[in-house]
């Protein structure tokens, strides 16, 4: 099986664009979780999807949105991007079934805003 | 009561040697507790897991050990060896699927 795909892998922004990210899951996986990783930061959680649906959300801005398709790839999108957005964004495929919770990590999108 | 406590953020250990990192948690209701592996430039990859039903897991050299009535966990690494240098995650989730993160442990293997 393909593992989980991040496009693109690296992106640089100026302050006040916006940006959207792409994530395809593992085949199979219904569940796209997305996270925030700065250096020497643990990976903060932005949001999960399920089913096109958003199950979990993380304490981020509304500036941070996501979407889930009915083929379960995914997008986020940051609005107004600040400084502080420059990160690695990682995404997690999951099966999301019970006694199986194992998320499948991406190799992220390094994003730097300048 | 969310919170997952890991210690200690840095570790440095000779070749050969016990790697030790712990984690603390508050909620019993998580059932699920994963350690996650990142080399740098690498997303995180499940490393090894445990459900409360045992006290202990092993798998080659990396072993979890679980002590529920104190709601800690552990992570031991026997005989580390330089290719295991990386940054270390601690997790739990309840069966609301959402995983809940410890702040890391960058660990180096001196050869």
Known sequence: KAGVTQTPRYLIKTRGQQVTLSCSPISGHRSVSWYQQTPGQGLQFLFEYFSET??????FPGRFSGRQFSNSRSEMNVSTLELGDSALYLCASSPRVRGDNEQYFGPGTRLTVT | Q????????????????ISIINCAYENTAFDYFPWYQQFPGKGPALLIAIRPDVSEKKEGRFTISFNKSAKQFSLHIMDSQPGDSATYFCAASDSNYQLIWGAGTKLIIKP
């Not at chain 2, 969310?2 to 040697?17: A, D, F, R, T």
Request: no cysteine; proline share 5%.
């Open chain 1, 54 to 59: 958003q199950r979990n959300k993380g304490n």
């Open chain 2, 2 to 17: 969310q919170q997952v406590k890991q210690s200690p953020q840095s570790l440095i250990v000779q070749k050969g040697g």
